[in-house]
């Protein structure tokens, strides 16, 4: 359970907590090379429940990465507040909205991935390989 918790806060951590170093590392700057340039895309806008709660909901599993943004996002005016400018959906927002979102959801993956593995470990049955 620690290692899906610490799978799902930061990714890979949970591959690094069960001795998979190599797969952590991976996993590390793949989902978080791929939140960033969502980040960069569609700035912090994209992190918005209200906006796009599908896509927010997958965002979610990005773990501590979305709510960082949340936070940091929620600190600062929204530009759609009040408005039906929100309907509008333009490329940079979808293009964010999509990387992160894959970014979480490739994270969700991972902690799948991290507890089947520590599963394995746990009953005695064949490992998988590991990197």
């Given at each position: 359970?620690v290692?899906?918790l610490?799978?799902?806060?930061i ?10 170093r190599?797969r ?8 978080e ?6 980040l960069?895309i569609?700035?912090l806008?994209i992190?918005?429940?209200?906006r796009s ?17 949340q936070?940091?996002a ?6 759609y507040a ?11 927002y979808s293009?964010?909205v ?13 902690v ?9 470990a ?10």
């Amino acid at each position: 359970m620690v290692a899906a918790l610490l799978a799902w806060l930061i990714p890979g951590a949970g591959h690094f907590y069960l001795g998979l170093r190599k797969r952590a590392v991976l996993l590390f700057v793949c989902i978080e090379v791929t939140f960033i340039i969502g980040l960069y895309i569609g700035t912090l806008r994209i992190i918005d429940p209200g906006r796009s709660l599908l896509w927010f909901m997958a965002q979610i599993f990005a773990g501590l990465n979305t709510m960082v943004a949340q936070i940091w996002a929620g600190q600062l005016a929204s530009p759609y507040a009040g408005s039906t400018a929100m309907l509008v959906r333009d490329w940079s927002y979808s293009m964010g909205v999509l990387y992160t979102g894959v970014a979480g959801l490739l994270n969700l993956l991972a902690v799948f991935d991290t507890v089947i593995r520590a599963g394995r470990a746990n009953i005695g049955q064949v490992p998988l390989p590991a990197d």
